[in-house]
């Protein structure tokens, strides 16, 4: 008995190590590869909170001092700042955690795209996917197939999205070369 091995209609590029995705090993399950992509925040929700109110300390002990000295309007305008600080935190502290989840087991593609409050999961059947750049320059990464599309990359640079495109191409095609059926020759 022989095994006879059908080339892959792709051209041989040469192997790039994984820049964005991590390989996955759970027992029992499939191999998979994560791709996580998210905001590069300097501080935590948690953190912010504290840097607020250490703003807010001193900024309340600075206009106490001024009231005292006989001028009201500071602590007016010193509350005004620290409501409009505070909105503008409350709105970094939302979309902190913003993110997208690429995760490829077996046959199938789970995108997941965590705006805010909102959390969207796209299953794509990975057999049948296209990952070309969205139109514009500087664009998303489109990801297609049978008549379901869904862009990502919003948290990457632009310069890094070609490269990102490129290891999704090539984690796909690993994927669909390891589950073709072999061809069997007598």
């Not at 059908?6 to 499939?30: D, I, K, Q, Y």
Request: with cysteine.
């Amino acid at each position: 008995m022989s095994a006879t091995f059908a080339h892959s209609n792709w051209p041989s590029t040469p192997r790039v190590p994984r820049l964005f995705g991590r390989r996955l090993l759970v027992e029992g399950a499939a191999p998979a590869v994560e791709w996580l992509l998210k905001r590069n925040c300097s501080l935590a929700p948690q953190q912010l909170a504290h840097a607020y109110l250490s703003l807010c300390t001193a900024s309340a002990l600075i206009a106490a001092f001024f009231y005292w000295q006989g001028a009201p309007y500071v602590a007016a305008f010193a509350g005004l700042e620290l409501l409009a600080v505070g909105v503008a935190m409350l709105v970094f502290a939302r979309h902190a955690g913003d993110r997208e989840t690429l995760t490829l087991v077996g046959g199938s593609l789970m995108v997941e795209q965590c705006v805010g409050n909102r959390v969207e999961r796209t299953h794509l059947q990975a057999d049948w996917l296209t990952v070309e750049p969205a139109a514009g320059q500087g664009s998303l990464v489109e990801i297609s197939g049978r008549g379901r599309m869904v862009r990502v990359g919003r948290h990457l640079r632009p310069e890094w999205r070609g490269a990102f495109a490129h290891e999704l191409r090539q984690a796909l095609r690993q994927r669909s070369d390891r589950h073709e059926p072999q061809n069997d020759s007598n």
